[in-house]
């Protein structure tokens, strides 16, 4: 049954914003049982293709804007494993680069503005590691958003959703993650200013030295770095 709503959707017979039929209506066409329907109407709405209204206007109905079902998804393959550190890291500098490239070019004034707020929030002395890891996943998630590609923004929010937990255990095990995290304000406040400067090429060199970089200070540090 998911397969044949998947291909309607590929095809174009169903697009974002349609109601399905009625759910007599619908097991009829695809030719399934109501309790079988009903399953897969829930798989769908949990990996956010549909959304289920009840009342006068109900049903179900296809999304129009993206969901949690990647993020999701994403979060649970990589805490089991199913996708090495390494290709976590390649993906990671791959997008990042791209995206900081492309921010030194298209972020706007108030986008500066946006990522020198989240840095001054990680300036903070008494911040702690938890608090310090979510700021600095936000910058990253503030570049992409600022490249206006919605598409790399979601993914890169669902990649970073997806290791913030092992990020976490990272900065718990560093020796001194104090002493880490005066590096990692440098290096963003550099980014940044290379943003600003409108210099892409040189911010994604930035970008990809600072990603790798951690990874390396987590290994030498005791840290089970990803990579």
Same mark, same amino acid.
């Given at each position: 049954m998911m397969a044949q709503i998947e291909q309607r959707i590929l095809d174009g017979r169903l697009k974002a914003g349609d109601h399905l039929p009625s759910e007599r209506e619908l097991a009829v066409s695809l030719g399934v049982s109501r309790p079988s329907l009903r399953e897969s109407l829930r798989v769908l709405e949990a990996l956010g293709i549909v959304e289920i209204r009840r009342g006068g206007e109900g049903g179900a109905v296809l /999304?129009? !804007?993206p969901g949690s079902g990647m993020v999701n998804l994403l979060k649970l393959q990589i805490a089991l494993a199913q996708f090495s550190w390494t290709d976590v890291l390649e993906t990671r500098l791959a997008l990042e680069t791209w995206s900081v490239e492309e921010a030194a070019y298209r972020a706007t $004034? $108030? $986008?500066? &503005?946006?990522?020198a707020a989240i840095l001054d929030r990680m300036d903070d002395p008494s911040i702690e590691a938890p608090e310090f890891n979510s700021l600095d996943a936000a910058f990253h998630m503030r570049i992409a958003e600022s490249t206006g590609n919605a598409l790399t923004a979601h993914f890169m929010g669902s990649l970073r959703t997806a290791i913030h937990r092992q990020m976490v255990e990272m900065y718990a095990e560093l020796t001194d993650w104090r002493r880490t995290a005066i590096t990692v304000r440098r290096e963003h406040r550099e980014i940044l200013e290379l943003i600003v400067r409108r210099d892409g090429? !040189? =911010? =994604? &060199? =930035? /970008?990809?030295t600072h990603i790798s970089d951690f990874y390396k200070i987590g290994a030498i540090d005791g840290a089970h770095a990803p990579g």
């Open positions: /999304v129009q !804007t $004034d $108030d $986008d500066h &503005r946006e990522l090429k !040189t =911010a =994604a &060199r =930035a /970008v990809h």
